[in-house]
């Protein structure tokens, strides 16, 4: 019934869990969904989301 995600998939949804993370205050969680998204954003220097990213990481820091 399901398909399984494509890599570029997974690491836009990393990100977007990422962000429901921090809202919750459960930083080194979204952390850890982060550095996995961003190893694939940095491999393609699809430079939108690492700016999504890094936001979010300045956000919580």
Do not use: I, M, N
Request: hydrophobic share 50%; no cysteine.
């Amino acid at each position: 019934l399901f398909a399984p995600l494509s890599v570029p998939d997974t690491a836009w949804v990393r990100l977007r869990a990422a962000e429901a993370l921090v809202a919750r205050g459960r930083r080194a969680e979204a952390e850890v969904q982060l550095a996995q998204a961003l190893a694939f954003w940095r491999s393609v220097g699809a430079t939108r989301y690492l700016g999504e990213a890094d936001a979010l990481l300045t956000s919580t820091g």
